[in-house]
Protein backbone atom coordinates (compact mmCIF):
# COMPACT_ATOMS: atom_id res chain seq x y z
CA UNK A 1 0.00 0.00 0.00
CA UNK A 2 1.06 3.28 -0.79
CA UNK A 3 1.76 6.06 2.18
CA UNK A 4 1.67 9.79 2.01
CA UNK A 5 2.54 13.15 4.04
CA UNK A 6 1.16 16.05 3.89
CA UNK A 7 3.78 19.39 2.99
CA UNK A 8 4.02 21.06 5.84
CA UNK A 9 2.31 21.26 9.24
CA UNK A 10 -0.32 19.10 11.41
CA UNK A 11 -3.86 18.46 9.98
CA UNK A 12 -5.20 20.08 6.69
CA UNK A 13 -1.92 22.07 5.56
CA UNK A 14 -4.16 24.05 3.01
CA UNK A 15 -2.60 27.44 1.56
CA UNK A 16 -4.02 29.82 -0.98
CA UNK A 17 -2.39 29.76 -5.04
CA UNK A 18 -2.09 33.43 -6.42
CA UNK A 19 -0.78 33.00 -10.04
CA UNK A 20 -1.10 33.95 -13.45
CA UNK A 21 -1.12 32.51 -16.71
CA UNK A 22 0.32 33.54 -20.41
CA UNK A 23 0.87 32.03 -23.79
CA UNK A 24 4.10 32.39 -24.90
CA UNK A 25 5.28 32.29 -28.66
CA UNK A 26 8.42 30.34 -30.36
CA UNK A 27 10.06 33.76 -31.35
CA UNK A 28 9.68 35.11 -27.95
CA UNK A 29 11.04 32.16 -25.66
CA UNK A 30 14.62 32.56 -25.99
CA UNK A 31 14.19 36.29 -25.26
CA UNK A 32 12.03 35.42 -22.20
CA UNK A 33 14.16 32.63 -20.75
CA UNK A 34 17.54 35.09 -21.17
CA UNK A 35 15.60 37.83 -19.02
CA UNK A 36 15.18 35.39 -16.44
CA UNK A 37 18.76 34.33 -16.12
CA UNK A 38 19.27 37.71 -15.83
CA UNK A 39 16.96 38.37 -12.61
CA UNK A 40 16.71 34.83 -11.45
CA UNK A 41 20.27 34.42 -11.24
CA UNK A 42 22.16 32.92 -13.89
CA UNK A 43 22.12 30.12 -16.78
CA UNK A 44 22.20 27.32 -13.53
CA UNK A 45 19.50 29.27 -12.19
CA UNK A 46 17.30 27.34 -14.60
CA UNK A 47 15.69 23.74 -13.53
CA UNK A 48 14.18 21.27 -16.26
CA UNK A 49 11.20 19.37 -15.17
CA UNK A 50 8.94 16.85 -16.69
CA UNK A 51 5.27 15.54 -15.01
CA UNK A 52 2.76 12.96 -15.69
CA UNK A 53 -0.56 14.10 -14.45
CA UNK A 54 -3.51 11.99 -14.09
CA UNK A 55 -6.76 13.83 -13.11
CA UNK A 56 -8.91 11.12 -11.32
CA UNK A 57 -13.07 11.68 -10.47
CA UNK A 58 -14.96 9.74 -7.67
CA UNK A 59 -15.87 6.24 -8.66
CA UNK A 60 -19.50 7.18 -6.49
CA UNK A 61 -21.24 9.79 -8.57
CA UNK A 62 -22.74 12.06 -6.19
CA UNK A 63 -26.44 13.04 -6.65
CA UNK A 64 -27.41 15.68 -8.72
CA UNK A 65 -27.76 19.02 -6.11
CA UNK A 66 -25.62 21.35 -4.03
CA UNK A 67 -23.65 18.15 -2.51
CA UNK A 68 -22.39 17.56 -5.92
CA UNK A 69 -20.09 20.74 -5.38
CA UNK A 70 -17.97 19.45 -2.93
CA UNK A 71 -16.96 16.67 -5.10
CA UNK A 72 -13.49 17.43 -6.54
CA UNK A 73 -11.05 16.31 -8.73
CA UNK A 74 -7.82 14.88 -7.97
CA UNK A 75 -4.44 14.74 -9.75
CA UNK A 76 -1.52 13.18 -9.43
CA UNK A 77 1.49 14.69 -10.42
CA UNK A 78 4.36 11.90 -11.10
CA UNK A 79 7.63 13.51 -11.53
CA UNK A 80 9.47 11.85 -14.79
CA UNK A 81 12.93 12.58 -15.55
CA UNK A 82 13.43 14.81 -18.43
CA UNK A 83 16.25 12.61 -20.24
CA UNK A 84 15.06 9.19 -19.57
CA UNK A 85 11.01 10.03 -19.32
CA UNK A 86 10.35 6.18 -19.57
CA UNK A 87 12.60 5.33 -16.98
CA UNK A 88 11.88 3.45 -13.88
CA UNK A 89 12.88 6.28 -11.89
CA UNK A 90 10.73 9.14 -10.61
CA UNK A 91 11.62 11.68 -7.90
CA UNK A 92 8.38 12.34 -6.17
CA UNK A 93 4.37 11.72 -6.58
CA UNK A 94 2.32 14.45 -5.93
CA UNK A 95 -1.64 14.07 -4.93
CA UNK A 96 -2.44 17.98 -5.84
CA UNK A 97 -6.00 19.40 -5.02
CA UNK A 98 -7.06 22.83 -6.26
CA UNK A 99 -10.05 24.00 -5.05
CA UNK A 100 -12.45 26.46 -6.62
CA UNK A 101 -10.98 29.98 -7.80
CA UNK A 102 -12.03 33.30 -5.86
CA UNK A 103 -14.79 34.14 -8.38
CA UNK A 104 -14.66 37.93 -9.63
CA UNK A 105 -12.85 39.17 -7.15
CA UNK A 106 -11.21 42.05 -8.45
CA UNK A 107 -7.34 40.76 -7.27
CA UNK A 108 -4.61 40.93 -9.69
CA UNK A 109 -4.46 37.28 -9.91
CA UNK A 110 -6.22 33.99 -9.87
CA UNK A 111 -6.86 32.93 -6.20
CA UNK A 112 -7.48 29.55 -5.38
CA UNK A 113 -7.36 27.10 -1.77
CA UNK A 114 -4.58 24.45 -2.62
CA UNK A 115 -3.50 21.34 -0.75
CA UNK A 116 -0.44 19.14 -2.16
CA UNK A 117 0.45 15.49 -0.63
CA UNK A 118 3.61 13.81 -1.50
CA UNK A 119 3.43 10.09 -1.82
CA UNK A 120 6.27 9.12 -0.63
CA UNK A 121 6.29 4.93 -1.33
CA UNK A 122 4.29 2.34 -2.82
CA UNK A 123 1.92 2.58 -5.96
CA UNK A 124 0.54 5.83 -6.22
CA UNK A 125 -2.11 5.03 -8.54
CA UNK A 126 -3.08 2.57 -6.13
CA UNK A 127 -3.03 5.09 -3.57
CA UNK A 128 -5.88 6.56 -5.39
CA UNK A 129 -7.78 3.97 -5.59
CA UNK A 130 -7.88 2.98 -2.49
CA UNK A 131 -9.06 7.04 -2.06
CA UNK A 132 -12.51 5.65 -4.42
CA UNK A 133 -10.84 7.67 -7.24
CA UNK A 134 -10.72 6.36 -11.07
CA UNK A 135 -8.71 7.49 -13.83
CA UNK A 136 -10.33 10.82 -16.00
CA UNK A 137 -7.51 11.93 -18.07
CA UNK A 138 -3.74 12.44 -18.52
CA UNK A 139 -1.66 14.69 -19.65
CA UNK A 140 2.85 15.69 -19.80
CA UNK A 141 3.87 18.87 -18.76
CA UNK A 142 7.35 19.51 -19.98
CA UNK A 143 9.48 22.98 -19.54
CA UNK A 144 11.48 24.23 -17.00
CA UNK A 145 11.01 26.95 -13.98
CA UNK A 146 13.13 29.64 -12.40
CA UNK A 147 12.59 30.90 -8.79
CA UNK A 148 12.46 34.61 -8.15
CA UNK A 149 12.86 35.81 -5.07
CA UNK A 150 12.80 32.87 -3.41
CA UNK A 151 8.72 33.49 -3.61
CA UNK A 152 7.82 32.95 -7.33
CA UNK A 153 7.81 29.77 -9.14
CA UNK A 154 8.43 31.01 -12.80
CA UNK A 155 7.31 27.69 -14.96
CA UNK A 156 7.65 27.73 -18.78
CA UNK A 157 6.02 24.43 -20.25
CA UNK A 158 5.16 22.99 -23.17
CA UNK A 159 1.76 20.24 -22.73
CA UNK A 160 1.22 17.05 -24.53
CA UNK A 161 -1.35 14.59 -24.71
CA UNK A 162 -1.02 10.75 -24.76
CA UNK A 163 -2.63 8.71 -27.98
CA UNK A 164 -2.38 5.80 -25.72
CA UNK A 165 -3.43 5.50 -21.98
CA UNK A 166 -0.28 5.43 -19.85
CA UNK A 167 2.07 5.44 -22.20
CA UNK A 168 4.80 8.57 -22.28
CA UNK A 169 6.06 7.98 -25.73
CA UNK A 170 3.20 8.31 -27.37
CA UNK A 171 2.46 11.59 -26.08
CA UNK A 172 1.98 14.52 -28.82
CA UNK A 173 1.66 18.53 -28.62
CA UNK A 174 -0.90 20.37 -27.47
CA UNK A 175 -1.88 23.44 -29.67
CA UNK A 176 0.65 25.28 -31.98
CA UNK A 177 3.62 23.89 -32.57
CA UNK A 178 6.28 25.67 -30.55
CA UNK A 179 4.10 27.69 -28.10
CA UNK A 180 4.74 27.89 -24.27
CA UNK A 181 2.44 28.07 -21.86
CA UNK A 182 3.89 30.46 -18.77
CA UNK A 183 2.41 30.04 -14.59
CA UNK A 184 3.88 31.79 -12.20
CA UNK A 185 2.85 31.20 -8.67
CA UNK A 186 3.28 31.92 -5.40
CA UNK A 187 1.92 30.38 -2.24
CA UNK A 188 -0.03 32.53 0.60
CA UNK A 189 0.23 30.46 3.87
CA UNK A 190 -2.87 32.68 4.97
CA UNK A 191 -5.53 35.14 3.28
CA UNK A 192 -3.59 38.23 5.20
CA UNK A 193 -0.42 37.50 2.44
CA UNK A 194 -2.65 37.07 -0.30
CA UNK A 195 -3.17 40.73 -1.49
CA UNK A 196 0.62 41.53 -0.97
CA UNK A 197 1.50 38.33 -3.78
CA UNK A 198 -1.19 39.49 -5.90
CA UNK A 199 0.38 43.54 -5.90
CA UNK A 200 3.77 41.56 -6.51
CA UNK A 201 2.18 39.52 -9.43
CA UNK A 202 1.16 42.81 -11.25
CA UNK A 203 5.17 43.86 -11.04
CA UNK A 204 5.81 41.02 -12.57
CA UNK A 205 3.28 41.26 -15.55
CA UNK A 206 4.35 44.85 -15.95
CA UNK A 207 8.07 43.52 -16.26
CA UNK A 208 7.44 40.62 -18.33
CA UNK A 209 5.15 42.79 -21.02
CA UNK A 210 7.35 42.96 -23.84
CA UNK A 211 7.51 39.04 -23.69
CA UNK A 212 3.99 37.59 -22.74
CA UNK A 213 0.47 38.75 -21.72
CA UNK A 214 0.41 37.49 -18.31
CA UNK A 215 -3.33 37.34 -17.73
CA UNK A 216 -5.86 36.09 -14.69
CA UNK A 217 -8.17 33.24 -16.21
CA UNK A 218 -11.90 33.64 -15.81
CA UNK A 219 -12.42 31.55 -13.15
CA UNK A 220 -15.32 29.90 -14.68
CA UNK A 221 -12.22 27.75 -16.57
CA UNK A 222 -10.54 26.62 -13.22
CA UNK A 223 -13.10 25.83 -11.10
CA UNK A 224 -12.60 22.32 -10.02
CA UNK A 225 -15.66 20.74 -11.13
CA UNK A 226 -15.88 16.37 -11.65
CA UNK A 227 -17.02 16.39 -15.22
CA UNK A 228 -19.58 13.55 -14.78
CA UNK A 229 -20.81 12.15 -18.08
Avoid at 66 to 77: F, G, S
Avoid at 106 to 117: F, Q
Avoid at 122 to 149: C, D, I, M, T
Wanted: aromatic residues 8%; neutral net charge.
Amino acid sequence: MATGKKHAGAGMPMHYECSLHGLLTKSNEPMFRTRLEAICGDTESAHSEMHHEISCVPCVETPIGPLRREDHVLRLRMALDPNDPTGAGRSKNTVCLLGHPEPRSGRGATVRPAIYAQVFSGNAPQFLSLLGYKFHSELVRKGYWFLYRNTFKIVVSQIYRLEEQNDIQSAQPVGPAGNWLVHIAADALTQEQVPRLCEQLEELKRMFADYVELVVVDHAFLENKVPYS
